[in-house]
């Protein structure tokens, strides 16, 4: 009886995670289903063309204001979080603030090419979802970093040769942010995992992988610069070859 209630217990957790996973992934469809509703109004103007000419005009002050609203809801959420009030409220806000900010960098800047690299995201959410409900919560970040690089390359290798300021940035800016994820790692494993009082990733979490993941996707990268667009899709190989390496290892360990 007690093995049974016990078996009932985790496929009820099971059931939870399942339906939660489910949940997300419908979320992931509708954000795609929006970005479609944007290309059409934005793009293809199928309505008023005031209706695309505020839409250009919402971007473009958004691509500057959207900054600035992310890093005032971080300082937000950091002054909450040392004052022990709640930080639910800022955290939403900056992410809904980031999400818009990029839209509007890629479609102001970039126009119908800038919508076309937004509906690829969803997809990519919707595997980073799966990962996060399916495997540990190290490889869901490594998967996040290895899979920003993978997409640099990409908008680097397709449109360089059109932009080549904001694809050079986009390189360049990756390159800071896996550092940053690296300097975060030591942290964390200096902690165990914890930063004060959230616990990010289990304790017994492998940070090597982190690590590597950092390097690998940093050197990738910053050969991409380096080589040139002709030698982009080989290192973008390499990525996803790392990423299949990380699945391995993590589905391994949960054996």
């Known amino acids: 009886m007690f093995e049974k209630g016990k078996r009932e217990r985790r496929q009820s957790e099971d059931d939870k995670v399942f339906n939660r996973m489910l949940l997300w992934l419908a979320g992931?469809?509708?954000?795609?289903?929006?970005?479609?509703?944007?290309?059409?109004?934005?793009?293809?103007?199928?309505?008023?063309?005031?209706?695309?000419?505020?839409?250009?005009?919402?971007f473009h002050v958004f691509s500057i204001a959207g900054a600035v609203a992310v890093v005032g809801c971080a300082v937000w959420a950091v002054v909450n979080h040392r004052g022990g009030k709640p930080t639910a409220l800022p955290v939403i806000i900056a992410a809904v603030a980031a999400g818009l900010w990029v839209i509007s960098l890629l479609s102001y800047f970039m126009y119908a090419e800038g919508i076309r690299i937004l509906m690829m995201l969803p997809a990519a959410a919707a595997v980073l979802i799966i990962i996060f409900f399916l495997y540990q919560r190290p490889f869901f970040f490594n998967a996040i970093l290895t899979g920003g690089g993978?997409?640099?390359?990409?908008?680097?290798?397709?449109?360089?040769?059109?932009?080549?300021?904001?694809?050079?940035?986009?390189?360049?800016?990756?390159?800071?942010?896996?550092?940053?994820?690296?300097?975060?790692?030591?942290?964390?494993?200096?902690?165990?995992?914890?930063?004060?009082?959230?616990?990010?990733?289990?304790?017994?979490?492998?940070?090597?992988?982190?690590?590597?993941?950092?390097?690998?996707?940093?050197?990738?990268m910053v050969l991409g610069l380096i080589l040139g667009i002709s030698m982009s899709q080989y290192l973008m190989y390499v990525l996803v070859g790392w990423m299949f390496v990380q699945a391995v290892f993590f589905t391994v360990k949960m054996m």
């Open 28 to 58: 992931a469809v509708v954000v795609e289903l929006l970005l479609l509703l944007l290309q059409k109004a934005y793009v293809d103007i199928i309505f008023d063309a005031m209706v695309a000419k505020a839409l250009q005009s919402f």
């Open 150 to 220: 993978l997409l640099a390359l990409w908008i680097y290798k397709q449109y360089y040769m059109t932009h080549p300021r904001l694809t050079t940035a986009c390189i360049i800016g990756g390159v800071v942010v896996l550092a940053l994820a690296a300097v975060l790692a030591l942290q964390l494993r200096k902690t165990d995992g914890r930063l004060g009082s959230i616990r990010v990733v289990p304790v017994d979490s492998n940070y090597l992988m982190t690590f590597l993941t950092c390097a690998v996707t940093a050197v990738a």
